[in-house]
């Protein structure tokens, strides 16, 4: 018995035991256990036999591949498989004609962990319940492009009133072109909407089918093949007229594997690190050019010369703010039945650790709402001072186009 024990046995013997005094003495005697004895690490995270991610698209191009953005490299890079290659997780990926929809549906049927989607499909699925956390931006800030035969009559957005338009329903074009719709005095009841995914829509303006086609970059080619005009882009106009996406994971994985989310979002921000290097750019146009589909020239007019605010991970107050008019518009458009706050679905846990660990904070510029660099920010690189996009040429005066800002 040593001499604490001793001097503490002869001083309770003298002492009345009150209740506070016992409650007094138990604490001193769990602190002595807790000094004493040295706390046992956390178990480590086991990841999951299988990781299964889906992206809102098919590949492209012959051979088939997928490329584009932050997920795209990582995937294509086989960045995901080298991060758990000690692991034994194997891959799974999925990638969806179907688009956005399609991707709802598998998160429902949990086949799915992870996604890289679009904003408008993703909120439809929260509005209904299906419970993910937004976790990156991905491949957001896209371009959108409003193309008519070489021969059409049309000359500007305002035209399309009565006519025959075409785009993809419930993805991440249908919003901006509504805000663009309703920046011209229009909405979707003033044309003849025709529902049709990229491939049909494009057939069908070719075909003399419609008057006028939404779709993204994968016209250009079109273009510059004299097949059609371009009446109107995003590129050079307002942030807001661009499409948002991100990759998302399901909340129980999420919950039950934080470690491994964490490793995905940790893959993600050091692809858009790389991206976002200048030194890099021409590699990246070159990974992202696709045999008939994308050449490096048309990536390079759309991305314009300064890649790293397309790689940004952050859900700065810019994309924030996407997404809340993308919650608003979307129940007014009566494709939700309800409306939810876009801050809770937000978990910026996971990139905010992954940037302090790789000493990547400040690295990236945030925008605000109206999509100006935030003064005071640091900047990803001195290319950031550069304009976002290359202006675009359009069909109607020959100049940069314009629409209401």
Same mark, same amino acid.
Request: net charge positive; hydrophobic share 40%; aromatic share 8%.
């Given at each position: 018995?040593?001499?604490?024990?001793?001097?503490?046995?002869?001083?309770? $013997?003298?002492?009345?035991? =009150?209740?506070?005094?016992? /409650?007094?003495? +138990?604490?001193?005697? /769990?602190?002595?256990?807790?000094?004493?004895?040295?706390?046992?690490?956390?178990?480590?995270?086991?990841?999951?036999?299988?990781?299964?991610? *889906?992206?809102?698209?098919?590949?492209? /191009?012959?051979?088939?591949?997928?490329?584009?953005?932050?997920?795209?490299?990582?995937?294509?890079?086989?960045?995901?498989?080298?991060?758990?290659?000690?692991?034994?997780?194997?891959?799974?990926?999925?990638?969806?004609?179907?688009?956005?929809?399609?991707?709802?549906? +598998?998160?429902? %049927?949990?086949?799915? !962990?992870?996604?890289?989607? /679009?904003?408008?499909?993703? #909120?439809?699925?929260?509005? +209904?319940?299906?419970?993910?956390?937004?976790?990156?931006?991905? %491949?957001? $800030?896209?371009?959108?492009?409003?193309?008519?035969?070489?021969?059409?009559?049309?000359?500007?957005?305002?035209?399309? $009133?009565?006519?025959?338009?075409?785009?993809?329903?419930?993805?991440?074009?249908?919003?901006?072109?509504?805000?663009?719709?309703?920046?011209?005095?229009?909405?979707?009841?003033?044309?003849?909407?025709?529902?049709?995914?990229?491939?049909?829509?494009?057939?069908?303006?070719? %075909?003399?089918?419609?008057?006028?086609?939404?779709?993204?970059?994968?016209?250009?080619?079109?273009?510059?093949?004299?097949?059609?005009?371009?009446?109107?882009?995003?590129?050079? %106009?307002?942030? #807001?007229?661009?499409?948002?996406?991100? #990759?998302?994971?399901?909340?129980?994985? +999420?919950?039950?594997?934080?470690?491994?989310?964490?490793?995905?979002?940790?893959?993600?921000?050091? &692809? &858009?690190?790389?991206?976002?290097?200048?030194?890099? $750019?021409?590699?990246?146009?070159?990974?992202?050019?696709?045999?008939? #589909?994308?050449?490096? =020239?048309?990536?390079?007019?759309?991305?314009?010369?300064?890649?790293?605010?397309?790689?940004?991970?952050?859900?700065?107050?810019?994309?924030?703010?996407?997404?809340?008019?993308?919650?608003?518009?979307?129940?007014?458009?009566?494709?939700?039945?309800?409306?939810?706050?876009?801050?809770?679905?937000?978990?910026?846990?996971?990139?905010?650790?992954?940037?302090?660990?790789?000493?990547?904070?400040?690295?990236?510029?945030?925008?605000?709402?109206?999509?100006?660099?935030?003064?005071?920010?640091?900047? *990803?690189? *001195?290319? =950031? !001072?550069?304009?976002?996009?290359?202006?675009?040429?359009?069909? &109607?005066?020959?100049?940069?186009?314009? &629409?209401?800002?």
């Amino acid at each position: 018995m040593t001499f604490a024990h001793i001097v503490t046995r002869r001083r309770l $013997r003298r002492l009345p035991l =009150s209740g506070s005094l016992l /409650g007094r003495i +138990a604490a001193a005697l /769990g602190l002595v256990a807790t000094l004493a004895v040295p706390a046992l690490p956390a178990a480590a995270e086991t990841p999951p036999a299988e990781i299964r991610f *889906a992206f809102a698209s098919p590949k492209i /191009g012959s051979p088939p591949q997928y490329t584009i953005g932050t997920a795209g490299i990582a995937y294509s890079k086989g960045l995901f498989e080298e991060e758990f290659k000690n692991d034994k997780t194997k891959f799974e990926f999925f990638f969806f004609k179907g688009a956005g929809p399609a991707v709802n549906e +598998a998160f429902t %049927n949990k086949q799915i !962990d992870f996604a890289a989607h /679009g904003d408008l499909p993703s #909120v439809i699925g929260r509005a +209904a319940g299906l419970k993910t956390r937004l976790l990156f931006a991905n %491949n957001h $800030r896209n371009n959108i492009y409003l193309a008519i035969p070489p021969n059409s009559t049309l000359k500007s957005v305002k035209d399309l $009133r009565g006519k025959k338009v075409s785009f993809h329903k419930g993805t991440n074009s249908q919003t901006p072109i509504n805000r663009l719709l309703r920046a011209n005095g229009l909405t979707e009841r003033d044309l003849k909407v025709v529902n049709l995914d990229t491939a049909s829509g494009k057939a069908a303006l070719l %075909n003399g089918d419609i008057d006028a086609l939404f779709g993204s970059i994968d016209l250009l080619p079109l273009r510059d093949e004299g097949k059609l005009k371009i009446l109107f882009t995003s590129n050079g %106009n307002s942030p #807001v007229y661009t499409r948002q996406a991100h #990759v998302h994971v399901d909340d129980e994985f +999420a919950t039950k594997y934080p470690e491994t989310t964490r490793r995905i979002v940790k893959v993600l921000v050091k &692809a &858009a690190h790389w991206g976002s290097l200048p030194e890099n $750019r021409a590699e990246v146009l070159k990974l992202w050019a696709i045999p008939g #589909v994308y050449t490096t =020239s048309i990536l390079e007019e759309d991305y314009g010369p300064d890649l790293s605010g397309r790689f940004s991970p952050l859900f700065d107050p810019f994309l924030v703010g996407r997404y809340k008019d993308v919650v608003k518009d979307a129940h007014e458009y009566k494709l939700t039945r309800k409306t939810f706050e876009v801050e809770p679905w937000i978990d910026r846990s996971f990139v905010n650790a992954v940037l302090k660990e790789e000493k990547l904070e400040g690295f990236w510029t945030p925008l605000d709402v109206n999509g100006k660099p935030i003064k005071g920010a640091n900047r *990803a690189s *001195a290319a =950031s !001072d550069k304009p976002a996009a290359a202006p675009v040429k359009t069909a &109607a005066t020959g100049t940069t186009s314009g &629409a209401a800002k």
